[in-house]
Every structure is written in C-alpha cells, then in structure tokens.
Nanobody, 121 residues
C-alpha cells in the first residue's frame, strides 16, 4: 500500500510563512512526478507547484516568487515553502505523486488526504 502523508498546514496571518511536507511511503519502485495542488472553497482544484517527469519545477503564476518546491528523493518527500502568504492562498493543499510500485506495473496516481492552509487578513 502506498500512502502520501501531508503535514505543516495551519493558520497564519497575511505576509507570514508556512512549510508543507509530504512523505510517500509503502512499496514504491519509482516516483516520476510529485507535487502540490490546492482547492479553495467553491473552486476547482488547481496545480500549485510540482516537479515534472523531467525533474523541472512548475508553478501556478499566482505563487511564483513566493512559493518554492523542493524534495528529498532519499526520503520520498516533497516540501512546499510558502512565503508572503495572501488570503487568496487559503485552500486545502493536496500532495500527489505519479509513481510505480514495481518495475513491471504501470504508473499510478496517488493523492494525500489534504492539509488546510488558512491565511487571515
């Protein structure tokens, strides 16, 4: 069984910072992409920041220059450092990963349970 476990969400004032962590555990052969999506109340889930299959990073325009995604491949963990937070960053942040559990099984998409980030004005 593969699990993605997020941590680090919470309540912060505008201009503050938070750091999210997501650790993948279980039978993992390879992780091909991993990152963060977010869903604000009444809105569709959107990509926030991710590592692509090529190993590059991709950010939604609204977080560029404020959020930084990083990873520790040895720990199958991805981080999201969020600085200069704004009320519009309020959302449930979900970790996802495209991974293979064995060399012969195809890729599968996994999601974490989500962590709430609330930014007060």
């Amino acid at each position: 069984q593969v699990q993605l476990v997020e941590s680090g969400g919470g309540l912060v004032q505008a201009g503050g910072s938070l750091r999210l962590s997501c650790a993948a555990s279980g039978n993992i052969f390879s992780i091909n992409a991993m990152g963060w999506y977010r869903q604000a109340p009444g809105k569709q889930r959107e990509l926030a920041a991710t590592f692509t299959r090529a190993g590059t990073t991709n950010y939604v325009d609204s977080v560029k220059g404020r959020f930084t995604i990083s990873r520790d491949s040895a720990k199958n963990t991805v981080y999201l450092q969020m600085n200069s937070l704004k009320p519009e960053d309020t959302a449930v942040y979900y970790c996802n990963a495209v991974l293979r559990v064995t060399a012969v099984v195809g890729e599968e998409l996994y999601w974490g349970q989500g962590t709430q980030v609330t930014v007060s004005s």
